[in-house]
């Protein structure tokens, strides 16, 4: 399969390995410095892009993708105010897009488990928070895991009307803690809080291989395929 890497950093080098070691061609490395190159490929040059670069160029590229004709794979966050403009050129343009805000299996059972749990403590008197550190180079905050995660648990509890970016915090709504340090790959944890306990679950990733590897599979499964996805399309959860 021919992949167009939209994003060079450290992500988009651990996609490229992998993607190889599964015996993929890289038929174009863009970043900021070299975005014109992506011009001189023709539709039938790429069978999928991944889009793994800043919340700045990524509504650019997936727009780009679409009226090419390339089915695109998009893991950058903090573009997501662009969102249901893409779905609609998408779908106008029958085209194909993926998108996950995290492509590691275990977190997308975490998704699952976080759900289950905002369920159970729907109706008891507890106060949920999260906690979300990431390395010193992520642009965004909280992250799009965070951000999930906290969908998660909106749309489960009746008590919690949104979610709040510390240091704001407000009476019914979840704050989430974001904190940069060094180069940890992405840790998130679920907190309920009462008066007598507390009760929390984590995800640790130990490196980005898991993203990586998740962002490369949906690439493999898109072709072929009309429309907008997602994680629990492709593994059916």
């Given at each position: 399969?021919?992949?167009?890497?939209?994003?060079?950093g450290k992500m988009g080098k651990t996609i490229e390995q992998i993607a190889v070691d599964r015996g993929h061609s890289i038929v174009g490395k863009i970043d900021v410095q070299n975005r014109a190159d992506m011009d001189k490929l023709q539709t039938a040059d790429v069978d999928v892009a991944i889009e793994f670069s800043s919340p700045e160029s990524a509504f650019e590229n997936i727009i780009y993708c679409l009226k090419k004709g390339w089915p695109i794979?998009?893991?950058?966050?903090?573009?997501?105010?662009?969102?249901?403009?893409?779905?609609?050129?998408?779908?106008?343009?029958?085209?194909?897009?993926?998108?996950?805000?995290?492509?590691?299996?275990?977190?997308?059972?975490?998704?699952?488990?976080?759900?289950?749990?905002?369920?159970?403590?729907?109706g008891h008197e507890y106060q949920s928070s999260m906690t979300e550190v990431h390395h010193i180079h992520k642009l965004d905050a909280p992250s799009g895991t965070a951000i999930t995660l906290a969908e998660g648990i909106i749309e489960e509890m009746?008590?919690?009307?949104?979610?709040?970016?510390?240091?704001?915090?407000?009476?019914?709504?979840?704050?989430?803690l974001a904190e940069r340090r060094g180069e940890v790959p992405g840790?998130?944890?679920?907190?309920?809080?009462?008066?007598?306990?507390?009760?929390?679950?984590?995800?640790?990733?130990?490196?980005?291989?898991?993203?990586?590897?998740?962002?490369?599979?949906?690439?493999?499964?898109?072709?072929?395929?009309?429309?907008?996805?997602?994680?629990?399309?492709?593994?059916?959860?």
């Open positions: 399969m021919r992949i167009l890497l939209l994003g060079y794979v998009c893991g950058t966050t903090g573009w997501l105010d662009h969102r249901a403009e893409v779905e609609a050129l998408c779908k106008a343009q029958s085209g194909s897009f993926f998108y996950a805000s995290n492509y590691s299996i275990g977190v997308n059972l975490f998704f699952r488990l976080n759900r289950m749990l905002a369920r159970l403590m729907n009746g008590n919690v009307d949104g979610w709040k970016l510390a240091p704001e915090n407000e009476e019914g709504y979840l704050q989430i840790t998130h944890i679920v907190r309920y809080e009462s008066e007598v306990d507390t009760i929390e679950i984590s995800h640790t990733a130990h490196n980005r291989q898991g993203f990586a590897l998740g962002a490369v599979v949906a690439a493999e499964w898109l072709p072929g395929k009309f429309g907008v996805f997602g994680m629990n399309d492709l593994l059916k959860i």
